[in-house]
């Protein structure tokens, strides 16, 4: 009798690793298969069918030409030089809402953070400095 007691929750135990391991394959099974969902059969960049111009996509036919604004670099350097700067340099230069180039779409009416990051060659460091710019 204890033989087949013992017997009994051998088996039960087995069962109980034989669906656990179905269940993880399952699981495995099911995860590699939502993976292969967005891309295709062969890899992501493997066509050979040339990309559309984007004449071609856009209505009419034409492009515009996109004229990008100057790097906050390109800013920085047509600030005017101030001794008292030293030879800090400004590396970057960000307006939070608008952008520095063409500045704010009605300058009578203007809130806004400016934050310039400054570069100290002699020590390497840089650093951030931010500033509450508003008009009165």
């Known amino acids: 009798m204890l033989r087949m007691v013992a017997a009994l929750v051998f088996l039960d135990d087995l069962l109980k690793l034989f669906f656990l391991i179905a269940i993880g394959g399952g699981l495995l099974a099911l995860g590699r298969w939502s993976s292969r969902l967005g891309g295709n059969r062969f890899g992501d960049f493997t066509t050979d069918e040339p990309t559309p111009d984007v004449k071609d996509l856009l209505p009419g036919g034409k492009s515009t030409d996109e ?70």
């Open 67 to 136: 004229v990008w604004p100057p790097s906050a670099k390109e800013v920085a350097a047509s600030l005017p030089y101030d001794p008292a700067l030293g030879k800090l340099q400004i590396k970057k230069l960000y307006f939070d809402k608008n952008d520095v180039t063409p500045g704010p779409t009605d300058p009578e009416v203007f809130a806004d953070e400016l934050n310039i990051q400054l570069y100290d060659p002699d020590s390497g460091h840089y650093w951030w400095q931010s500033f509450f710019v508003a008009t009165p």
